[in-house]
């Protein structure tokens, strides 16, 4: 069925080192791959988003890579600081429309001092 | 812009009485989806819309309900609450084309005793 699978669910790393979670997803239609950062009792939001034209993205200490023959994209984040501590979603659309949006279990991050 | 409006915040239900969440956007964006997060869980798709008259299915629609008469109102009705539906619900809008950011709001949190 469409699904997104996310690992792993938790992760915690020292500050000042990296991070990295990946997702494998079922639909070869989808095309856009977006990562949501969501604080205790906030509402998540958009950290960086790829589309399936495009095999890496970087924004700052952010980078998101995409493979699509595999199905699998990760998010990766470098030089890690307290602030970076939170819940990571990822997502996909489903279809060539991508109306529908569906999301993986989410990673709690948590940065060591 | 108030962005995406959800009311109530916060409310409590009783096993089978039912309520509708209220979700308004006033960013003129045609797709609008209900969420819901259960504690230390991802996010669920419950039902979608791509424009007013048309909905969908999302991945748990079982015990709910939604209409689209506007661009702007998204409502999601709960009919015989069930200690199940306990949970966080997040509405989000989009541009048309998905693909494009998801804006939440800021969600309401409903438990069923």
């Known amino acids: 069925g469409e699904n997104v699978e996310q690992h792993p669910s938790t992760l915690s790393v020292q500050e000042g080192d990296s991070a990295v979670i990946k997702c494998t997803y079922s639909?070869?239609?989808?095309?856009?791959f977006p990562w949501y950062k969501q604080e205790l009792g906030k509402r998540p939001q958009l950290i960086i988003d790829i589309r399936s034209n495009v095999g890496e993205k970087k924004d700052q200490r952010i980078a998101v890579t995409l493979n699509k023959t595999a199905k699998h994209f990760s998010l990766h984040i470098t030089e890690t600081q307290p602030e970076d501590s939170a819940v990571y979603f990822c997502a996909a659309s489903l279809g060539s429309s991508a109306s529908k949006i569906i999301f993986g279990s989410g990673t709690r991050l948590s940065i060591r001092p | 812009n108030a962005g995406v409006t959800q009311t109530p915040k916060f409310r409590i239900l009783k096993i089978g009485q039912s309520m509708t969440l209220q979700c308004t956007q006033d960013?003129?964006?045609?797709?609008m989806y209900w969420y819901r997060q259960d504690p230390g869980m991802g996010l669920k798709l419950i039902y979608y819309s791509v424009g007013a008259g048309i909905t969908d299915k999302g991945e748990v629609p079982n015990g709910y309900n939604v209409s689209r008469s506007t661009t702007e109102d998204f409502p999601l009705r709960l009919e015989l609450a069930a200690p199940s539906q306990t949970s966080v619900y997040f509405c989000?809008?989009?541009?048309?084309?998905?693909?494009?950011?998801?804006?939440f709001g800021a969600g309401s949190r409903l438990t069923v005793l």
């Open positions: 989000a809008s989009t541009p048309s084309g998905g693909a494009n950011v998801l804006t």
């Open positions: 639909d070869s239609a989808s095309n856009y």
């Open positions: 960013m003129n964006h045609n797709y």
